[in-house]
């Protein structure tokens, strides 16, 4: 099985300031991870993914993670940030070879002017 | 379609009446899942289709939940008796192929069930 944990529940920051949002995972398998992006009333929408090869992925919107395996992480990055980017974010984990992503509780990060 | 539809968005009931969620896969995406996402929370996994094979439906929480896709495209998740601890956003989401590798998927808007 696998869990994700996501340790703020909150993150302030002002416009134009960097950001960086924590998740950590427990599995006894590998995994695939993934981080998503839920703006109000809307489903979530992914942001970017890895799954081999470079530890450090790009996705959308200027955001960034890196893999790191011997501490079980994929911190989420953006060097600066808009007032667009306040929203709630998301770590899943995926078991290669099984179906169900598990979901981390989710960061709100809210981004002041 | 362009994405993943779902409907109702927004659906009051009473507790003890049934309630039949739809969810519309973008067009010739053969996985289908369905998420629980409780207040404040992230989303908790339901069950799995890879056409109109439920391959895994460990998440579902009762007996009172169920969930089909007879014709491997549209997808019914109907919940029986609600109870008032059934109030969540119900997400579906599609992906393109069977679950392999880390095929993106993609998901709806959501149903919003609130039982009084």
């Known amino acids: 099985a696998q869990s994700v944990t996501q340790l703020d529940s909150q993150v302030p920051v002002f416009e134009e300031a960097p950001v960086e949002l924590r998740c950590n995972y427990s599995s006894s398998v590998s995994v695939y991870l993934f981080w998503y992006v839920q703006y109000p009333n809307q489903g979530l929408q992914l942001l970017l993914k890895y799954l081999s090869g470079s530890t450090l992925v790009k996705g959308i919107n200027g955001f960034e993670a890196e893999f790191n395996k011997s501490q079980t992480s994929f911190h989420l990055r953006k060097p600066s940030v808009h007032i667009s980017d306040t929203a709630e974010y998301f770590c899943a984990v995926k078991a290669r070879g099984g179906q169900n992503f598990v979901f981390g509780p989710g960061t709100r990060l809210s981004v002041l002017p | 379609g362009a994405g993943v539809s779902q409907s109702p968005r927004y659906k009051v009931a009473k507790r003890g009446q049934d309630v039949a969620l739809r969810c519309d896969p973008i067009s010739g995406h053969v996985s289908l899942f369905w998420y629980q996402q409780a207040l404040g929370q992230g989303p908790e996994f339901l069950t799995y289709f890879q056409n109109e094979a439920q391959l895994d439906k460990s998440g579902l929480p009762s007996d009172r939940f169920f969930a089909e896709r007879p014709e491997g495209s549209v997808s019914t998740l109907k919940i029986q008796r609600t109870q008032q601890e059934d109030s969540a956003v119900y997400l579906c989401?599609?992906?393109?192929?069977?679950?392999?590798?880390?095929?993106?998927?993609?998901f709806g808007e959501g149903s919003w069930l609130t039982v009084v």
């Open positions: 989401a599609s992906s393109l192929q069977g679950i392999n590798a880390g095929n993106t998927i993609y």
